[in-house]
């Protein structure tokens, strides 16, 4: 059974826009969320993470928020570029073990 | 530094053969990991390491060893390829209790 679901396979969004995406979870032993990016043919890489005690954390154009009651993980990002087209992933953290999502593949078009 | 490199890139084996992927990091990191991705499945982790000299299952380890042969280096072992291991293997390694993984390029491997 999926523990971690990203439910939108694919979002477009023009340059400047906000792009916004979504990771859910079932269950509440997870305590460390992070963000990976990847671009075809090349492993993923880190982007930004949030603590199980934060509900919010902030890098340049980059914000993650948490909402533990929900168990809801979103990535904002803001004014979306070009550059960042890639396919997002979701990861969820117990421990040693990770629990990746599905992933996300954003397009934002010039 | 290199960071994480696996090889190899590519391989084509037939149904039964073996075959191991070799995986090395150069950044001291003391955890490494095994994970595989498919369409529509994301990463799925296989095996990890947590320090040299343990090894411990992921989400699913059927099919597939590991070794930790030193700080630096974790191999994962098909013994009798199958063509549901058609994947990318993608190897991880982090530092101490930080969380975030540092993944290599990936192999693509083809099962036929």
């Known amino acids: 059974d999926q523990q971690v679901k990203q439910n939108s396979p694919s979002l477009s969004v023009q340059e400047g826009r906000i792009s916004i995406l979504n990771c859910d979870y079932t269950n509440s032993m997870f305590d460390y969320f992070l963000w990976y990016k990847k671009y075809p043919a090349e492993g993923p890489t880190f982007l930004i993470s949030?603590?199980?005690?934060?509900d919010k954390n902030e890098d340049g154009r980059f914000t993650v928020f948490l909402n533990k009651s929900a168990k809801h993980l979103s990535l904002h990002i803001v004014p979306s570029q070009p550059g960042d087209s890639a396919v997002y992933f979701c990861a969820l953290s117990t421990g040693n073990q990770f629990y990746f999502g599905t992933g996300t593949s954003l397009t934002v078009i010039p | 530094n290199a960071g994480v490199t696996q090889t190899p890139k590519f391989q084509v084996l037939k149904t039964g053969q073996s075959m191991t992927l070799q995986c090395a990091q150069d950044m001291n990191h003391n955890s490494m990991y095994w994970y595989r991705q498919d369409p529509g499945m994301g990463l799925r982790l296989i095996y990890y390491?947590?320090?040299?000299?343990?090894?411990d299952k992921g989400e699913v380890p059927n099919g597939y060893n590991v070794s930790r042969l030193n700080k630096r280096e974790f191999s994962l072992r098909l013994e009798s390829a199958a063509p549901s291991q058609t994947s990318v293997y993608f190897c991880?390694?982090?530092?101490?209790?930080?969380?975030?993984?540092?993944f290599g390029p990936g192999t693509r491997l083809t099962v036929t």
């Open positions: 390491s947590a320090s040299e000299g343990t090894t």
């Open positions: 949030i603590s199980s005690i934060k």
């Open positions: 991880a390694s982090r530092f101490g209790q930080l969380y975030e993984q540092y």
